[in-house]
């Protein structure tokens, strides 16, 4: 790290010199390891030109961002707040964790799925806990949540049951701007408004609140953090080990585990059954087989498209 002599234009790495008292013994070009003019140095300026933008309003500050900062000697910047995100789960069955369950309950695990996701976003998550499928209540539940934070998440309650009370509730008291997806899983997914909230109804079956998540929402949430480099997501192809069933009609999501064959070509394989309700088939992953609309059934050594879960962040 020292300033080089004004005359030198060369750096000799110290364990090819031996040294005698004050004198240093440098070898010949070869032993010395030397093959090009101005070798072992750094020159002013090479990381960044004078009058160059370090970084552009939007960017993530990450730990190689970090590192930068310090090395300008900047220890303060403005950033965008901590997007402020509150959800609650919908229905009567739902039951959190150290509850009792009685006949038909289930625990709820997608307030968990979902606290996950926003966490690793950078959001500051509010989770208000499970809301009964009664209007007064849901009521109430919104009227909160749209005063406290920027985003309103909810999961169930947005296909056409009898008690499916959310999109009653939206054209209440804010809008909705979009419901309904052609996608497997995740088609009763709804977008709106809601004060001055912004509203996503994610469906109630576990793998369909993971998948609406990263296909819809998770960019919407980094565009309203203020991020301006948020590119599509990652895909490539690879050669599906076992065939798959797909009707079609609806883009399908298909979750998978993708790995490098012996001779160094991409294989994928989807986790076993693929029921909306399958969380294993989630836990078991790490990417989505993506298949087109006009897609049929594919036969094994089919080359698919494969989008990794987290190679978009």
Request: charged content about 20%.
């Amino acid at each position: 790290g020292a300033v080089m002599p004004p005359e030198a234009d060369t750096c000799v790495m110290q364990e090819v010199v031996t040294r005698a008292g004050d004198v240093a013994n440098i070898p010949s070009a070869p032993e010395a390891k030397i093959k090009f003019k101005g070798q072992n140095t750094r020159d002013r300026g090479e990381d960044i030109k004078a009058g160059a933008v370090v970084f552009k309003k939007g960017r993530l500050i990450r730990a190689a961002e970090l590192g930068l900062l310090a090395s300008l000697g900047i220890n303060e910047l403005s950033v965008y707040r901590k997007l402020r995100v509150a959800f609650f789960s919908t229905g009567d069955e739902l039951k959190s964790i150290g509850q009792p369950l009685g006949v038909g309950d289930i625990y709820d695990s997608n307030r968990y799925t979902l606290f996950g996701m926003l966490h690793r976003l950078g959001c500051e998550v509010m989770d208000m806990g499970v809301v009964v499928d009664e209007p007064a209540a849901l009521e109430a539940a919104f009227a909160a949540a749209s005063s406290a934070a920027d985003v309103v998440m909810t999961s169930g309650g947005v296909s056409v049951g009898e008690a499916d009370f959310i999109r009653v509730m939206l054209d209440k008291m804010g809008e909705v701007l979009f419901w309904k997806i052609a996608m497997k899983p995740g088609r009763p997914l709804a977008y709106g408004k809601i004060g001055g909230a912004h509203f996503f109804g994610l469906p109630g079956n576990p793998v369909s609140v993971m998948v609406t998540f990263y296909q819809f929402v998770q960019d919407a949430l980094k565009t309203l953090q203020g991020r301006t480099d948020i590119a599509p997501p990652i895909m490539f192809k690879a050669k599906l080990i076992t065939p798959i069933k797909k009707a079609p009609g609806r883009t399908e999501f298909q979750r998978a585990t993708v790995s490098t064959s012996a001779d160094g070509s991409l294989a994928v394989a989807v986790t076993g059954d693929q029921g909306s309700g399958i969380l294993t088939s989630m836990a078991a992953a790490n990417c989505f087989i993506v298949l087109p609309t006009a897609t049929g059934n594919c036969d094994a050594g089919t080359l698919v498209d494969v989008q990794l879960f987290e190679g978009t962040i």
